[in-house]
């Protein structure tokens, strides 16, 4: 029998102890069911990226005692879970003869008036520790407690400690229209859709117009976006909405300065500077080629400035101010990494001169720039009030137009390397590893995002406050959030410095806390959550994200079993389905093999072309076959394909719109006959990434203002309304 566990011999060892110890996965299960141990080097340097030192066998038995000695010095954990309407028990370290007490302190400040009792013990050993022995207690936290971020504070004797207390409802109830029946959206990438107001990307004011149109012109309760983390200030700018400098904020590119109050007031000499960096672009709205954000933002940060310099009225004074109040450090943090940025330059994380690595947010030079540029300081302040002002506003048109929903946004899966979230707390995030994922079916080299991860170290330490001030910020913009990659709130990929993707190891992280942060912030927005599932998941993360009432993902292109694809009555009940993702071409183009032909033509592919192309065939066969064979297409159809290119992508929705999930999702590139992709996975610049334009059929732009007139989205439209 092929191994799949560790053995006994293996596990016994301190250096695999102490991996263990700290949430270091030390084998995993490929793709393939493959059995991989991580060797030593790796783990050594991954243990590394957590601050624990294994660099000899002296270090890891220092590293397993003190690690084990602090842990039973503590009184509590600093965070603990709590599961609304249920009893749940709380272990406390305490002396041989001692009795500890407790007390919470609730959300709102308040005493919590039930009664905390004393428990017994766990039954864990006695610990010595220095000259006293250690054994365990608990606190029994009563079923009562209501939902939200409280403090515990224990009492030991003379010792007092304090711990924050998550109290999470067990799962996320559903939306009432979702519990016995579902509902359908578009996806769309926002920048793609301009408007003859657009600066020639689109912006929130084209998303609120996107949203009100879908709902009155299709009956679509929601609509899946890009993500709008927070970008650079000043060009070039990423075109991957995957790859933000920080995730607490929203990307001010994408403001309409029509839209900001002040504009109104403006007087004519400043209207006409606008109006004439307005023109500078406005070709742009028509290109059918390129998305040119650096154009835009060159034009529009002037505008932007010169609405700024009118300044703001006592009360809308008062509204900025009271922003930067409630954002405070994590504010000062975005805005200051922008003012560094915009004086001294783009920061680079591979140059050990470069401002991100020599200065911290300390140093005296950091406080001579913002004294030196307050009004620079201010404006991205500024900035970010006005574009998280325009996000919501756009978010209240969608339900007031009587969408379920609203905008679902999308939560990458960390942050730029040189961005300010790391540059302004670095403590939040393994120091000397990278995110990704192992080698897989799709990439034999595995996969490196270049994202440094955050510490579950940090986190507990921290009562996960920079994931709940995330999530927190995310829905106050939306009524659905999307997690790119879910299966990180369960463990993820860490690739040493140094190493390549295939050399990484998997590190744990308390998935039941964050699972549980979810479901509060869930439940006071009234929305819903949506785990990107997709690719190899252990069955331990489909069981906690079903229980949890998290939606999965499921695409029809992907829905296959060795070589015939599943028919739609046969999948999950529990999640957002749609006929195909952002790394692949639309449902025309990958009809008419696109993905065979930029992976050949960029020298993508580990096989010859011929191969490829042979596999591609078999697989669209056999998706018309399903089709066919499940009354979605008439087979009379497949004779001409490209002739019948529009009959069969709704061919593709009618199987869709047969699955039972709750969530249903339709492209807008498919609903206008688009053909080229957003996204070519393993390229940069070779492919223009996330920076098409939405085309129809014929490679003709597609205006906001016609689109929901344009009678091949109508007819796709209304195969998923009927």
Not at 262 to 267: A, N
Not at 479 to 489: F, N, T, Y
Not at 551 to 577: H, I, M, N, S, Y
């Amino acid at each position: 029998m092929t191994q799949k566990v560790e053995s006994e011999e293996r596990l016994a060892r301190p250096l695999i102890r102490l991996a263990r110890l700290v949430g270091v996965e030390t084998s995993y299960i490929g793709q393939s069911s493959d059995y991989h141990e991580i060797e030593d080097d790796v783990l050594i340097a991954v243990l590394g990226a957590l601050g624990v030192d294994a660099a000899s066998d002296k270090a890891v038995a220092q590293s397993i005692t003190a690690i084990l000695n602090d842990r039973h010095r503590r009184l509590v954990a600093p965070t603990v879970l709590h599961t609304v309407g249920e009893e749940s028990a709380v272990p406390v370290n305490t002396g041989v003869l001692d009795v500890p007490s407790a007390s919470i302190t609730l959300e709102n400040g308040e005493e919590f008036g039930g009664d905390v009792a004393i428990g017994v013990g766990d039954g864990s050993p006695v610990y010595p520790l220095e000259d006293s022995f250690v054994t365990t207690a608990s606190i029994m936290i009563p079923a009562d407690l209501p939902m939200g971020y409280h403090t515990l504070h224990v009492a030991v004797g003379e010792r007092t400690q304090d711990a924050t207390l998550i109290s999470a409802p067990e799962r996320i109830e559903p939306l009432e229209p979702l519990k016995d029946g579902r509902m359908w959206g578009w996806m769309a990438q926002l920048y793609s859709i301009r408007s003859a107001q657009s600066w020639g990307v689109g912006d929130f004011a084209d998303l609120k117009t996107l949203l009100v149109e879908s709902k009155g012109k299709t009956g679509a309760d929601f609509l899946l976006i890009n993500p709008l983390h927070a970008a650079e200030p000043v060009p070039p700018l990423t075109p991957s909405p995957y790859l933000p400098v920080s995730r607490r904020f929203v990307n001010f590119t994408y403001i309409r300065p029509e839209d900001i109050e002040e504009y109104g007031f403006l007087d004519e000499d400043t209207r006409a500077q606008i109006d004439d960096l307005k023109a500078q672009v406005e070709a742009l709205n028509g290109d059918a080629q390129l998305i040119d954000r650096d154009a835009m933002w060159r034009s529009k940060m002037r505008a932007l400035w010169l609405i700024f310099k009118a300044g703001l009225g006592a009360a809308r004074q008062a509204q900025f101010d009271q922003f930067k109040q409630a954002t405070g450090d994590e504010l000062e943090a975005y805005a200051t990494w922008c003012l560094c940025y915009d004086k001294w330059g783009a920061p680079d994380d591979n140059d050990p001169n470069s401002w991100i690595h020599t200065l911290s947010k300390d140093s005296e030079q950091i406080a001579q720039i913002r004294e030196q540029f307050p009004d620079t300081l201010d404006f991205y302040c500024w900035l970010e009030w006005v574009a998280i002002g325009q996000l919501e506003d756009a978010q209240r048109a969608a339900k007031g137009a009587g969408m379920g929903i609203g905008i679902m946004s999308d939560m990458a899966v960390g942050v730029h390397p040189a961005g300010s979230e790391v540059w302004w707390n670095p403590e939040r995030f393994a120091k000397g590893a990278t995110v990704g994922v192992p080698p897989d079916y799709f990439n034999q080299q595995g996969q490196n995002w270049s994202q440094p991860p955050l510490s579950p170290l940090s986190l507990e330490s921290t009562g996960y406050q920079v994931y709940r001030d995330l999530v927190h910020g995310m829905f106050s913009q939306a009524g659905a959030v999307r997690i790119d990659h879910i299966l990180g709130l369960f463990r993820l990929w860490w690739i040493p410095q140094g190493h390549t993707a295939t050399q990484g190891a998997y590190v744990r992280y308390d998935s039941e806390t964050m699972l549980g942060i979810l479901a509060i912030e869930t439940e006071r927005a009234h929305g819903v959550i949506v785990g990107e599932d997709l690719g190899v998941v252990p069955k331990f993360v489909v069981d906690s994200l079903k229980r949890h009432g998290i939606l999965g993902c499921t695409v029809e292109w992907f829905e296959q079993k060795d070589g015939v694809f599943l028919p739609p009555d046969t999948w999950r009940r529990d999640a957002l389905a749609s006929v195909n993702t952002h790394d692949l071409p639309p449902a025309a183009g990958y009809l008419s093999y696109e993905h065979v032909e930029i992976r050949d033509r960029l020298h993508l592919l580990t096989m010859p072309v011929e191969e490829f192309k042979a596999e591609a065939i078999q697989e669209h066969n056999a998706m018309l076959s399903m089709l066919v064979d499940k009354g979605f297409l008439d087979p009379a159809l497949i004779t001409e394909e490209t002739e019948h290119e529009q009959l069969i992508v709704e061919a593709l929705y009618r199987g869709l719109k047969a699955a039972p999930s709750r969530l249903l999702a339709a492209s807008l590139t498919d609903a206008v006959g688009e053909h080229r992709t957003q996204n070519q996975p393993g390229t940069n610049n070779e492919y223009p990434n996330w920076r098409i334009p939405l085309a129809d059929e014929n490679g003709d732009v597609v205006p906001l203002e016609t689109l929901f007139d344009n009678s091949r989205l109508q007819s796709l439209a209304a195969i998923m309304r009927d």
